[in-house]
C-alpha cells in the first residue's frame, strides 16, 4: 500500500506554476492517464474529487479518446492508450503493423519540418478540434496547460504538444508521458526538444515493449521510415529505481531486439506486466516519493 494520496487526492500536491521535473506533477498526471481508461461516471467523479469542473469527455473511431479538466490553477488534457479494459491486452496491432505506421510530413500540420507515424497523426486529427474548443472554454484566466498519456495515449499527447506550441502558439507547462511508443522521425524529434524538450518527461519502465515501437528502422519503399524518441527520459529499473541516465535506455536497446517481425509475436504472447500504467507507473512514482525523492 503506498502511503502518497490515493487516487482521489492525486492532485493534492500539484504544483501548476512550474516548468521543472517534479514528482507530485508526475504522480498526478500519471493518474490522468490512467483515468481515461474508465468510465464516464469514474472519470466525472474522479476528477471532481481533484477539485475540477465537470470534465469534456471527448471520442473519436477507432477507440481514440481523451478529456480536458480544469480548475482555478491549470488545464489538464489527458489522452487514452490502448489496453482492452476486458483482458488487459495491449491493442496496438492495428496501429503498429498496418500500413497506418508508415510515415508522413508534418509541414502541413505544424507548419514544421520532419515526418511522423501517419495512424497517430490521423488519431490525433480526430480528437485536436474539439480538445481546442474546450481548452479555449475553459481558460477564464491565466491557467497553466498541462498534456499526458499512456501508451498510444502518450503518442497523441506529443502530437498535442507540437500542435500547441508550432500551430497556436500556447505555451503549455509540462509534457508527461508513460510507456509511449515512437511518433516521429529524428527532424521531427529534434524540433520538439528544441522547443519543448525542458518540459516533456518521458517516462519508461524496465522493458515495456511498447516504447520501443515502431521499430526505429521501419520497413517502406523505397526508403524506409526512420523513427526516434525525443524529451527527457526518465527510465525504471527491474527494482523499480528510478533513473534519469540513458545508460539504462540503451542497455534495453541493445538488450531486447524488436524488429518489425516479432513485433505481432510480442503482442500476442501475453500482457506485458511492464506496461501496466497502474504497476509499471503509479506505484513507482509512488513509491519515489514515498522513498524521499532521493536524487536520480
Not at 471520442?59 to 478529456?67: I, L, T, Y
Not at 500540420?109 to 507515424?117: A, E, K, L, P, T
Not at 498510444?152 to 502530437?159: E, I, Q, S, W, Y
Request: include cysteine.
Amino acid at each position: 500500500m503506498n502511503d502518497v494520496a490515493s487516487i482521489h487526492g492525486a492532485f493534492d500536491n500539484f504544483v501548476s506554476n512550474t516548468a521543472r521535473w517534479n514528482p507530485y506533477n508526475a504522480l498526478a498526471l500519471a493518474n490522468a492517464a490512467s483515468l481515461t481508461y474508465c468510465d464516464d461516471d469514474t472519470v466525472e467523479s474522479t476528477c471532481a474529487a481533484w477539485g475540477f469542473e465537470p470534465p469534456r469527455i471527448i471520442k473519436a473511431p477507432r477507440d481514440v479518446q481523451a478529456f480536458v479538466i480544469a480548475r482555478a490553477d491549470c488545464i489538464v488534457v489527458a489522452f487514452r492508450g490502448t489496453i482492452s479494459e476486458e483482458n488487459g491486452q495491449i491493442d496496438l496491432d492495428n496501429w503498429m503493423l498496418d500500413a497506418n505506421a508508415i510515415q508522413i510530413p508534418v509541414e502541413n500540420i505544424f507548419g514544421i519540418s520532419g515526418n511522423v507515424h501517419d495512424g497517430f497523426a490521423d488519431a490525433f486529427s480526430s480528437l485536436w478540434s474539439p480538445i481546442q474548443d474546450a481548452v479555449n472554454r475553459f481558460q477564464t484566466g491565466r491557467q497553466s496547460l498541462w498534456i499526458t498519456g499512456h501508451s498510444l495515449g502518450g503518442a497523441l499527447a506529443l502530437m498535442a504538444a507540437a500542435a500547441f506550441t508550432f500551430e497556436k502558439r500556447l505555451p503549455f507547462n509540462g509534457l508527461y508521458t508513460f510507456g509511449q511508443p515512437r511518433v516521429g522521425d529524428p527532424t521531427f524529434c529534434g524540433n520538439c526538444d528544441t522547443h519543448f524538450g525542458d518540459q516533456y518527461f518521458r517516462f519508461v519502465n524496465n522493458e515495456d515493449i511498447v516504447t520501443r515501437i515502431p521499430p526505429r528502422i521501419f520497413p517502406h519503399f523505397p526508403l524506409p521510415d526512420i523513427y526516434g524518441h525525443c524529451g527527457s527520459l526518465l527510465y525504471f529499473d527491474a527494482a523499480g529505481k528510478m533513473h534519469n541516465d540513458e545508460h539504462w535506455w540503451n542497455s534495453f536497446l541493445t538488450g531486447v531486439e524488436v524488429g518489425y517481425q516479432n513485433i505481432l509475436e510480442l503482442f500476442n504472447a501475453g500482457p506485458i506486466s511492464d506496461h501496466n500504467i497502474q504497476t509499471g507507473y503509479i506505484d513507482h512514482i509512488a513509491d519515489y516519493i514515498n522513498g524521499g525523492c532521493q536524487p536520480l
